[in-house]
């Protein structure tokens, strides 16, 4: 189930949830995700094309239900007879597809759902050949719950939330307690009051001798993403009720255990996709469509469970075992950070994402791209704006741009690198993720601009053609100053482009005139890799995570050291393991590295602030408290600018498309002090002298 409508009564959004899971569905089907020739003619006239990030996201969940199917089937493939009884099977294709691939040789498929649901898919079936076809006439048609009755296929039509009327209409179907049987519910259970689920879940183990049960939720109701997963649903009238009690994977592996089932595992969609996916299969969907939304993606993914349960099975069934495990362990806090609003004034053209910020000087605050809201409506942003802080306070404004000819292109993923106070450069960016990446861009501020008003700041774009632009044609890459031989460098790393998913390589721009320079590099190349941090350092500069080429986060630390003839990569070993993550912000002071917020595959917390020795390689990770903030602040495609002096950090935007939950961009700025951990004693003082000698060699 999917969508239902807003003010709808309770059963009714419920229901619509069924229909707009079909479409979408439906629609992955039709661009290649799923092999699926039914799905059109039970969707009927409701086609619509849906976003490549929705079709990813039904796509994993029709893989993960198909997997477990198939190796029951298979499993089972000696035994005389099975059945198969999906809950909530709304406009599901299931038998249909099974029939046609010849799987059902010895198995009886029971579908239930709401009695008018029942029905209009009987008669959808009943009126269209290619469906009848393959179920044959329906036997007693009409008699009592049972909307369809063929051979080896029944329709029910019985509110699943009644347990006794279920019980009696499946007996009455000629369901049989002592036949090996699998148990499907696809975002069903958690529509209905816990209790009920809960009750359902042990009459399945205790009344059949040998059961399994394949169920996919929403999990991680209370981070950021939860709570606009968990307020759409409630906006819908679709309130998820069991995700409060069972939040987790290790909660429903519980709650299966505690109600009779004897084995159990649970595992979240990036893992599933990762570890239970062919590595061909993945590459196949990864290529698909033009895609950019890896975040939202993910996050989707670390929202979503498959749960295989089982019992009286020999051997075991277990179709969720992969090769490998993500790790999914608590993650060690050694402390938190709190988070306040920044101000208080009119901030509305902050709110967006994929944007980049910079400090132009003290005090000064440049953002500029990204995708937000602008005159009332999500746009790509055509402004920019300036944070001003005066006594004390920030104020939030507009610049005005001298020449309105010059097209900004409305870019995201782009870099700013300030060069003076009066001049910053813009490299590449996109505008769609099909479009090639865009090149170069001066901005030039008057030398005299020392307004304490934001709209007293003036800038004047300026196109270039330079002989390094087609290095410049990227997105979601890293430009940073370097120094070699005493001359300032831009060090572009990275990234993406139309034609290649991931970037490793990089290059060297004198920072006036933007032209290649050849400088040496030599020692180990990091992997390919985007939506990574880079920030200078001792001349150099220090690369941390970022997305790898199979779209896995990447946890490596590497420094790009002046060396007398060129530069040379070093690794900087992090103890303990850096978590891999990407779409964060990063920032040094005093010889630590800040990394802020991100996307990662931990689901048991979100990213925070971690620091880094950049000396001993000491990764201590702290949470960002939020209760005196009123909304979900959503660490990833934000920016964040470090102010050294007061060490402070302005985080500036972020958030996303949350699947199909809706846009959420983070309203305001947010300020958090990191005087504390910054300033923390304890570090391994022999550590510290260890690694300073490894540097010095």
């Not at 089937?73 to 005389?80: A, D, G």
């Not at 005093?590 to 917390?605: A, C, E, M, P, Q």
């Not at 620091?611 to 000491?618: A, F, H, Q």
Request: glycine share 10%; charged share 20%; proline share 5%.
């Amino acid at each position: 189930m999917g969508r239902g409508r807003p003010g709808a009564p309770r059963s009714a959004a419920v229901q619509g949830t069924g229909g707009s899971s079909a479409v979408s569905k439906c629609s992955a089907a039709a661009r290649g995700y799923i092999q699926d020739q039914f799905l059109r003619l039970l969707v009927g006239r409701r086609l619509r094309r849906r976003a490549p990030l929705v079709h990813r996201g039904y796509y994993i969940r029709a893989r993960a239900v198909d997997h477990c199917v198939q190796d029951f089937l298979l499993k089972t493939q000696s035994h005389p007879r099975t059945q198969i009884l999906s809950l909530g099977a709304g406009f599901d294709s299931l038998y249909f597809r099974l029939k046609d691939m010849g799987l059902l040789h010895h198995t009886m498929i029971y579908e239930v759902d709401f009695p008018n649901v029942a029905q209009q898919k009987a008669a959808l079936i009943k009126r269209t050949e290619e469906l009848s076809a393959l179920v044959g006439s329906s036997e007693g048609e009409g008699l009592g719950v049972i909307t369809f009755s063929g051979k080896d296929y029944k329709l029910l039509g019985v509110d699943l939330s009644e347990l006794s009327q279920l019980e009696r209409a499946l007996e009455e179907a000629g369901l049989d307690t002592e036949i090996t049987t699998l148990f499907i519910a696809e975002v069903v259970l958690t529509y209905m009051e816990k209790s009920r689920s809960d009750a359902l879940i042990q009459w399945a183990a205790e009344h059949f001798s040998r059961a399994c049960f394949l169920l996919y939720e929403q999990m991680h109701p209370e981070d950021p993403f939860g709570h606009v997963m968990q307020q759409h649903f409630n906006q819908l009238n679709s309130t998820l009720h069991s995700v409060a009690q069972y939040p987790d994977c290790e909660a429903q592996q519980k709650r299966f255990l505690a109600k009779g089932w004897t084995e159990c595992i649970v595992m979240d969609m990036n893992e599933f996709f990762t570890c239970c996916t062919p590595e061909d299969e993945q590459q196949r969907v990864q290529t698909l469509e033009p895609f950019d939304e890896y975040e939202e993606w993910h996050l989707k993914c670390s929202h979503y469970f498959v749960l295989a349960a089982s019992k009286g099975m020999e051997p075991s069934w277990t179709p969720l075992l992969p090769s490998m495990r993500v790790p999914h362990g608590a993650v060690g806090v050694a402390g938190s950070v709190p988070a306040v609003r920044a101000m208080h004034s009119d901030t509305s053209g902050l709110r967006r994402y994929g944007h980049c910020s910079v400090l132009l000087k003290r005090d000064v605050i440049l953002t500029t791209g990204g995708f937000g809201e602008e005159d009332g409506q999500h746009c790509r942003m055509r402004n920019f704006h300036v944070l001003i802080k005066h006594a004390g306070c920030w104020k939030a404004g507009c610049v005005k741009k001298e020449n309105t000819d010059e097209s900004w292109d409305e870019r995201l993923y782009h870099t700013v690198s300030c060069v003076s106070s009066s001049l910053a450069l813009v490299v590449g960016g996109r505008t769609s993720p099909s479009s090639a990446g865009l090149g170069m861009l001066w901005l030039k501020f008057h030398e005299t601009c020392n307004a304490l008003d934001p709209g007293d700041i003036t800038v004047k774009l300026v196109s270039l053609q330079p002989a390094a632009e087609p290095a410049t044609l990227r997105w979601r890459h890293s430009t940073t100053e370097v120094m070699f031989k005493g001359k300032k460098y831009l060090f572009v790393y990275g990234g993406r482009s139309a034609l290649e998913p991931v970037l490793g390589d990089w290059y060297f721009l004198h920072a006036q005139e933007l032209s290649c320079a050849g400088i040496p590099v030599e020692g180990p190349i990091p992997e390919s890799r985007h939506s990574h941090t880079a920030c200078s350092w001792k001349g150099g500069v220090v690369i941390a995570g970022g997305l790898g080429a199979a779209e896995q986060p990447l946890g490596s630390v590497f420094f790009l050291k002046e060396l007398e003839h060129g530069f040379q990569w070093l690794t900087v070993e992090t103890h303990p393991p850096l978590i891999p993550r990407y779409s964060h912000t990063a920032h040094v002071h005093d010889g630590k590295l800040v990394l802020v917020g991100g996307v990662w595959f931990h689901t048991s917390s979100v990213p925070g602030i971690t620091v880094i020795d950049l000396m001993s390689g000491l990764c201590l990770d702290y949470m960002i408290n939020v209760e005196h903030l009123e909304w979900p602040l959503m660490l990833h495609n934000h920016s964040s600018v470090f102010l050294p002096n007061e060490e402070e950090l302005l985080i500036i935007g972020g958030g996303g498309n949350c699947f199909s939950f809706g846009t959420h961009l983070n309203p305001e700025p947010v300020s958090l002090s990191l005087s504390n951990i910054l300033t923390t004693t304890g570090w391994d003082q022999t550590g510290l002298n260890h690694a300073a000698a490894q540097w010095r060699c």
